[in-house]
């Protein structure tokens, strides 16, 4: 298990270690920082690289096996009603747990948090078992995601300008490091059960499902609510003198996220618990296992989510603040937001996990390598889409509308499976990194330009939500076109293959004749 581990966090390491070094040089060229900012996001990004590692061994050996041993005992079960109950309590519990969600609840008012959290939480839980029927049922991916978006853009010229960001946000921060891990495992386990030519790619899409709930939930729930102007608290600063200082910082932080994980994750050990009770499904040494697992994936996410918040949450608001401040200074918000989107997104937890887990599916035939290019492009364009609207004030519907048109038409032509990916893509791109750095940096910019901060700064969650949707399909009909061309290719191959053996025959008839 330890040179797992070791693995797993060097290859954190070369994740973190871009968008650490982009921050160091903006400090030194651009935006001078105070050295305890600095010093207090170096020490977010040890514990952020160390964090992201266990929790990915923790995923690996804990959620992954449970997630698909829960998705194999629903589809055995011929009880469709049941299968739908079942589906929506789970979705229920794992929102309630994701961390994600208490962060985007604490930023939205006048609205009481559990409220906000409990909408999405139904939300999750209806079209996760929305998600579960379609696969037991085979219906198609790209026709449910087109009706049910269709209906999504619609409402949304009904909803408040001051909600609208934020229900497409919620959507983008329901779906990270503890629902994507156990939900991409639970999809695996449904298809094995059915075991078809078409299980592969239908184990992909529960993502995609289940980020659409919280949106049309949070929209129903605006009709209700009319929040002012976001009062959003400012990330708690520190006087930072010496090391010593950096230490009692974190160590003042620390004791809160303890708790805050130990919450989020314990409706999932009491799931497994009764799961197991009712099954029997794991042996003493799966069980040992799995408590391990847990362990890794507790101690990871403390580590994780106290790196962000303490260590690079501040330093986010203050260099929007500072890059925005000054005159033209403020357009150099589009490049840099562009270059740190490229980066972040290799730092989501839950983005090696559906990596993985799409070229396990896929038999190698869509790398994790490639899966991150083709995400870090897309976050790349959405951050920038986002540092442009702070600027100019375009509503988010002028992005939103076109940008899902084009996604949904180029789902009726690329391969099935890429429609899956693309859209759970969109919902595990956008993770705590997003909501702990990019939301700050886009606050940060949007007060200092004196912007709206519940039309222009919210949003850039759904932004970076949206671009992979269209990034990964561009890639999917690339790979349509390279495997037309090889087909066409080989079947010509073998027509001059027919034809010259004709022409051979040809000839030892004439020479016998």
């Not at 194999?72 to 994600?100: Q, R």
């Not at 219906?139 to 853009?153: G, T």
């Not at 939301?439 to 969650?461: K, Y």
Request: with cysteine.
């Amino acid at each position: 298990m330890n040179h797992i581990l070791r693995a797993k966090i060097m290859e954190s390491l070369s994740a973190v270690l871009p968008i650490t070094f982009i921050v160091l040089a903006l400090s030194i060229f651009v935006v001078p920082l105070d050295v305890g900012s600095v010093v207090m996001f170096f020490g977010g990004a040890i514990m952020l690289i160390a964090g992201m590692g266990m929790f990915q061994l923790g995923a690996e050996t804990a959620m992954t096996p449970i997630g698909e041993g829960m998705g194999v005992g629903i589809s055995k079960s011929k009880n469709v009603f049941s299968v739908a109950l079942i589906s929506l309590v789970m979705g229920i519990l794992i929102t309630v747990a994701e961390p994600d969600l208490q962060v985007l609840s604490k930023q939205v008012p006048a609205i009481p948090n559990m409220v906000i959290i409990l909408t999405v939480a139904v939300g999750v839980g209806i079209f996760l078992a929305t998600a579960v029927l379609r696969i037991i049922f085979k219906v198609s991916l790209s026709n449910l995601l087109a009706v049910l978006y269709l209906i999504v853009l619609i409402l949304s010229f009904f909803v408040s300008e001051d909600f609208r960001a934020v229900a497409f946000d919620s959507g983008g921060v329901t779906t990270g490091p503890i629902t994507v891990p156990f939900i991409i495992a639970m999809g695996v386990g449904l298809s094995l059960v059915r075991g078809d030519k078409e299980a592969s790619s239908d184990s992909i899409g529960l993502v995609a499902l289940s980020s659409v709930g919280p949106i049309l939930a949070v929209m129903i729930l605006g009709f209700f609510y009319s929040p002012d102007e976001a009062l959003v608290e400012a990330p708690h600063s520190f006087e930072i003198e010496t090391m010593r200082d950096v230490a009692k910082a974190f160590a003042f932080e620390i004791p809160g996220y303890i708790s805050e994980v130990f919450v989020s994750l314990l409706p999932i050990v009491l799931m497994f618990i009764v799961f197991q009770l009712i099954s029997r499904r794991y042996h003493h040494r799966e069980r040992l296992r799995i408590v391990v697992g847990f362990i890794y994936t507790y101690t990871g996410l403390v580590l994780f989510l106290c790196g962000v918040n303490v260590g690079f949450a501040p330093v986010g608001t203050m260099l929007g603040i500072k890059i925005a401040s000054g005159g033209v200074g403020k357009w150099l918000l589009i490049p840099i937001g562009a270059l740190i989107g490229y980066y972040i997104v290799k730092a989501e937890p839950a983005i090696q996990v559906l990596n993985r887990q799409v070229q396990s599916v896929t038999e190698g035939a869509i790398s994790a390598k490639a899966m991150n290019r083709a995400l870090s492009i897309g976050v790349s364009v959405s951050v920038g889409i986002a540092m442009a609207r702070i600027i100019t004030g375009i509503p988010i519907l002028y992005i939103l509308v076109p940008g899902y048109a084009m996604a949904l038409i180029m789902s009726r032509f690329v391969p099935k499976i890429f429609v899956g990916i693309a859209f759970d893509s969109g919902g595990v791109a956008s993770g705590p990194m997003t909501s702990t750095f990019l939301l700050p940096l886009c606050i940060g910019a949007c007060e200092a330009l004196g912007g709206n901060i519940m039309t222009d700064a919210f949003g850039v969650v759904a932004l970076v939500a949206l671009t992979p949707l269209i990034a990964i399909q561009i890639m999917g009909l690339t790979y349509k076109f390279k495997l037309t061309r090889i087909e066409k290719a080989v079947t010509e191959e073998v027509v001059l293959d027919a034809d010259s053996d004709e022409i051979v025959e040809i000839e030892e008839e004439e020479e016998n004749e």
